[in-house]
Structure formats: structure tokens, C-alpha cells
């Protein structure tokens, strides 16, 4: 019963963790047009700061692989907790532009780190029985985060500086994460009775619980496995022979998620709502409604996932995608006023997103790869995502400035009519 406890205990911090992520993700825009007016930014200079982030999450990623070896992950996970803390700090606190996106550069590696230590762990330390669950659970925190920092943008929208109550607000979170994870996190994997042999990791108490004890349960094997042969993996080897066709399909089906439009969404809701006749209160609250459907669908993504297969999913997913950006692309190039029908087309959007497409996505990822090569492709992917994400953050408002709605929502609708046809090509029947 004790082990039990404390794999819930690991699997709540790690959600923590992870709501934390969509806090830092979507705070800022809410932040956005104060920010803006404040240290009088053009668009490339507003780019700039919101994704900042995201160069913070690249440096994260790098970092948390490069100490992959020499630390624990837990250690990870407590410099992450500080980062955070001193990241919504500063951002709060931030007097110019530059410190600002210094600020956020930290959260961002936090960001990062925890983007992939989390699920590295979560596949280590997680009985295979519920490993696509608990996986879909850390997905789950990330939007309760978004959420969360919806209602907060719109709860303090009226107050003097309100954009910085914005950007502190991640603190309220970083604080008990960085306590529960020195309290919790520590004692939880201590009390699992890990001990070193050789390179390789024999795991004497299995998570499953002591009445399920066996010679070798599924953590041993991966405590084993996973650093011996992490040995002889390398980025070369990941584009030999059959390898090359699940480096392609992994590394696209990553670059189909981040640049449909979502993050475009999450970062910019009330700007884009304000393009369409909707600004100031009207618009955070309609990201508080975008925020709960994403937040709904999602659960509701976690029941269907063994349920349906993973590429029926993928396709109604990015039908539904096709059709709302469809209306929300001709809205723009007809008449920019029609606010309610692209909001409602957003909610479509998010819904179809988060219900058949996020949900399995990752988890498609995880499974294509070989289990010797996994943390190493997974790393892979995860600069993918982050890479992409930064592309589409910090060029999306200098593109609906400059080029208009209509463009904008065009390419993403054109992205995933490319992503359709690579779903009906190369994902098999499952």
C-alpha cells in the first residue's frame, strides 16, 4: 500500500509539474497588449518576448539531456521548481524589455526540462498497464495550467499593472512544487530501494506494490536497459536503415502538432480575438471558454484513447481541424468583424484538437521508436517541438499584422491538410 502511495505522490507532483508548464505557456497572453503599450514594442519585438520561452525550453532540453548522466532526474526536477519560481519573479518584476525576456528565458529552460523529464520518468517508473494513461494525465496538466492562468488574466485584468499579477502568478504553483518535490519526490523514489549495479539499475522493490513482487518486474527491466544501452545510442545511428522511416514519420507527426495553430491560440487568444471587433474583459473571458473546452476535450481524448484506434483519431482530428480553420481563414479574408463566428470556430478548433489529435499524437511518438533508442528519440522530438513552437510564436503577430488574418490562418490550414494526407500515407491501420 505504501508503494502504491507513493507512486500517486510521484504521478501529483509530476502533474504539478506539468500545470506549471501551462501556466508560464499561456500567462502571457493576457500580458500581451499591456506589454506591448508599456515598452512600446513592434510586432518582431513582441514576438520576441513571448517567445523567449521558448529559446529558454531549447537551453532547458539541451541541458536536462546533457545531465541526464550525471544527475538524477529528481535533481532536475528541483532546479526546474527554482526556475520557475525565480523566472515568474523577474517577469513580474521587470523594468525593460530585456529583463523581461531574460526572465522568461529562464522559465523556459524550467520549461523545457520538465517537458522532458516528466515523460522519460513517467515511462521508467510506471507500470506498463498505465503508462499511455499517465502519459495522457501529464498532457491533462499542461491545459489545466492554461486554464488556470485564463482565469487569472481575467480575474485581474482591472487592477493597476495587472500584467504583472499576470506573470507572478506562476508562483502561487512554483512554491509548493519545489517543496513537494524536496519532501515528496525524494522520499518516494528512495523508498522504491533503487541501488546501482555496474551501469545498469536492479530495481529490489517493484512500484506495483510488494504483494506483486517479482525476479525481474517491468521497472527492472527498464533500470537496466534504459542506461546500458542509452550507452551505444547516437544521433547518427537514428537515421540508419529502417530507423529513418520513424525518425521521418516521428519528427513530422511532432511538426504537424506544433504548427496547426494551437499554440498560435494558446499564446495570442485575446489578440486574435481583438482583431475581430472582441478586446479588453470580452476577450480573456472568451479564452477562459477556449481554455475549458481544451481543458474537457482533453479529458475526454484520455477515455478515447484506447478505445479507437491511433490513426482514426489522427484523421478525425485533423478534419475537424481542417473544417473551423476553413471558416476562420475565409472570416478573415470576407470580413473581419464577425467576432462570434470565429470564436465559436476557435472552440471547434481546440475541441477537435484536444479530443482526437493531442491525445494520441505522443503517444504514436513513443511507441514507433525502439525501446533501446526511446529517451534518445524522444529528446529528438522534443527539440522538435520546441523549435517549432518558437517559429510560430514568434513570427505569428508580425504575420496577422502585417498580412492579415486570412494568411495567417491560411498556412495553418493548408499545414493541415499536409498532416491529413500524411496520416492516411504513412500512419498504419491500428
Known amino acids: 500500500m505504501r508503494i502504491k502511495w507513493n507512486l500517486y505522490r510521484l504521478v501529483g507532483i509530476f502533474l504539478l509539474g506539468s500545470l506549471l508548464m501551462g501556466m508560464n505557456m499561456a500567462g502571457v497572453s493576457g500580458a500581451v497588449s499591456f506589454v506591448r503599450d508599456i515598452f512600446v514594442l513592434d510586432n518582431m519585438e513582441l514576438g520576441l518576448v513571448v517567445s ?3 529559446v529558454g525550453c531549447l537551453l532547458g532540453v539541451l541541458i536536462a ?34 529583463h523581461l525576456i531574460t526572465a522568461r528565458i529562464i522559465g523556459g529552460m524550467a520549461l523545457g526540462a520538465v517537458s522532458f523529464v516528466v515523460p522519460t520518468y513517467l515511462y521508467q517508473l510506471m507500470p506498463a498497464s498505465i503508462r499511455s494513461f ?49 519532501i515528496g519526490l525524494s522520499a518516494s523514489i528512495r523508498s522504491l530501494e533503487v541501488k546501482e549495479v555496474g551501469k545498469g539499475m536492479v530495481m529490489k522493490r517493484p512500484i506495483h506494490g510488494a504483494g506483486e513482487a517479482r525476479k525481474v518486474s517491468v521497472i527492472q527491466k527498464m533500470y537496466c536497459s534504459v542506461p546500458i544501452e542509452r550507452e551505444h545510442a547516437s544521433f547518427v545511428g537514428l ?7 520513424f525518425m521521418v514519420v516521428g519528427s513530422l507527426l511532432t511538426v504537424f502538432h506544433q504548427v496547426s495553430g494551437i499554440h498560435a491560440m494558446i499564446f495570442y487568444a485575446p489578440t486574435i480575438f481583438a482583431k ?28 478515447l484513447i484506447d478505445k479507437v484506434g491511433s490513426r482514426q483519431l489522427l484523421l478525425w482530428g485533423e478534419g475537424g481541424m481542417m473544417a473551423s480553420l476553413s471558416y476562420v481563414t475565409s472570416a478573415f479574408c470576407v470580413d473581419e468583424g464577425t467576432g462570434i463566428g470565429v470564436f465559436v470556430a ?21 511507441d514507433i ?27 505569428f503577430p508580425f504575420v496577422l499584422e502585417n498580412l492579415g488574418g486570412g494568411f495567417s490562418f491560411g498556412l495553418f490550414l493548408m499545414l493541415s491538410v499536409f498532416a491529413f494526407v500524411f496520416t492516411l500515407i504513412q500512419i498504419p491501420k491500428t
Open 52 to 54: 523567449s520561452i521558448m
Open 65 to 98: 539531456w546533457g545531465l541526464g548522466e550525471s544527475l538524477r532526474k529528481e535533481v532536475v526536477l528541483l532546479f526546474a521548481a527554482i526556475f520557475f519560481a525565480v523566472s515568474a519573479l523577474g517577469s513580474g518584476a521587470a523594468q525593460t524589455i530585456w
Open 134 to 182: 499517465v502519459g495522457a494525465i501529464h498532457h491533462v496538466g499542461i491545459v489545466i495550467g492554461i486554464l488556470i492562468a485564463y482565469v487569472i488574466n481575467y480575474a485581474v485584468v482591472d487592477m493597476q499593472d495587472a500584467w504583472r499579477y499576470m506573470l507572478y502568478s506562476p508562483l502561487i504553483f512554483a512554491i509548493p512544487f519545489f517543496l513537494l518535490s524536496v
Open 239 to 245: 537515421f540508419k536503415g529502417n530507423m529513418t522511416r
Open 276 to 303: 475581430v471587433g472582441v478586446g479588453g474583459d470580452t476577450a480573456l473571458l472568451q479564452s477562459i471558454f477556449l481554455g475549458v473546452i481544451y481543458l474537457v476535450c482533453s479529458l475526454g481524448g484520455v477515455w
Open 346 to 366: 476557435m472552440l471547434v478548433y481546440v475541441a477537435f484538437f484536444a479530443l482526437f489529435f493531442a491525445s494520441v499524437v505522443w503517444m504514436i511518438i513513443s
Open 369 to 395: 521508436y525502439p525501446t533501446k533508442l526511446r529517451e534518445l528519440t524522444m529528446f529528438f522530438s522534443t527539440l522538435i517541438c520546441w523549435s517549432c513552437t518558437l517559429l510560430v510564436v514568434q513570427f
